[in-house]
């Protein structure tokens, strides 16, 4: 059996959203604070190959959907040492606007996506316009240009992608959401993007409210506490704690990248 490599692992924050804590609940909330939300995709990278997982948007979706473009993706991936143009593999989580927004920035990549995520964005839940929101249609389409010229790698549930690295469906937030296992030297991280946007999602048991199937999200956090070495070694898809949490990669990158195959410093929560 081949031993599972240790991956570096980093959290990239491209992106921020600024809106109240009655926003990211299904049931609102009685606080008026906010709660914004922070943009991130990630690496994981080890001696043999890198992968990234997800792929950011850019500044024309930035502009269309209101939200603060902090980087360019790629820019910032070029200074953590990985050029777009020569990166393998893409896992995406799942196929909205803020996770596969720059695709077309991989042109070697093959995209490692849920059957279950490309018949949700191509199939007849698209009828919706609250349902349809979330994508674009040039993203989806562009994957399915992909997909014909043998670019696209289908897992259905939990899969293996090489030793260290699997994928598990999640769903509640879209019906073919996956999260991204990763061995690292301080243990099994779980990435859970959309799984959990932020810290207090997962750890209260209430729903986002961008949602398909609440009782999938529910269900998800139990999978993602199982999945991971400890309940520090889940991190959350959008929150902006993951940045104060985790230590920086350097100086010049104090903001934008942090490692998460560390520990977590002493948390700075929010008071209720």
């Not at 009685?30 to 991130?40: A, E, G, I, N």
């Not at 997982?53 to 993706?73: E, M, Q, V, W, Y």
């Not at 606007?97 to 490309?118: K, S, T, V």
Request: with cysteine.
């Amino acid at each position: 059996m081949t031993p599972a490599a240790k991956f570096e692992l980093f959290a990239i924050r491209y992106a921020h959203h600024d809106r109240k804590r009655r926003d990211n609940f299904i049931d609102g909330d009685p606080h008026d604070r906010m709660m914004p939300l922070d943009y991130y995709l990630w690496v994981a990278r080890s001696h043999e190959a890198v992968y990234v997982i997800d792929t950011g948007f850019d500044a024309a979706t930035a502009k269309k959907r209101g939200r603060t473009l902090l980087c360019d993706p790629a820019d910032a991936l070029r200074a953590l040492g990985v050029d777009p143009a020569q990166v393998k593999d893409v896992i995406v989580t799942h196929l909205h606007y803020d996770h596969i927004g720059n695709f077309e920035l991989f042109p070697q990549a093959r995209f490692h996506l849920q059957d279950a995520e490309m018949a949700y964005a191509t199939g007849r839940c698209m009828c919706h316009g609250r349902l349809r929101h979330p994508y674009e249609v040039e993203h989806v389409a562009g994957i399915v240009r992909c997909l014909y010229q043998d670019r696209v790698c289908f897992h259905r549930g939990d899969e293996e992608i090489v030793p260290g690295l699997s994928v598990h469906l999640i769903g509640g937030h879209t019906q073919g959401l996956q999260c991204v296992r990763v061995q690292t030297r301080r243990g099994a991280v779980v990435l859970a993007s959309d799984a959990s946007h932020h810290y207090e999602h997962y750890e209260t048991g209430r729903p986002f409210p961008n949602v398909v199937r609440v009782d999938d999200m529910i269900a998800g956090y139990d999978r993602l506490r199982q999945l991971a070495h400890s309940p520090d070694h889940i991190i959350p898809g959008h929150d902006p704690l993951v940045m104060l949490r985790y230590p920086a990669v350097s100086a010049e990158l104090d903001g934008v990248c942090v490692r998460l195959d560390v520990a977590p410093q002493a948390p700075e929560r929010e008071k209720a």
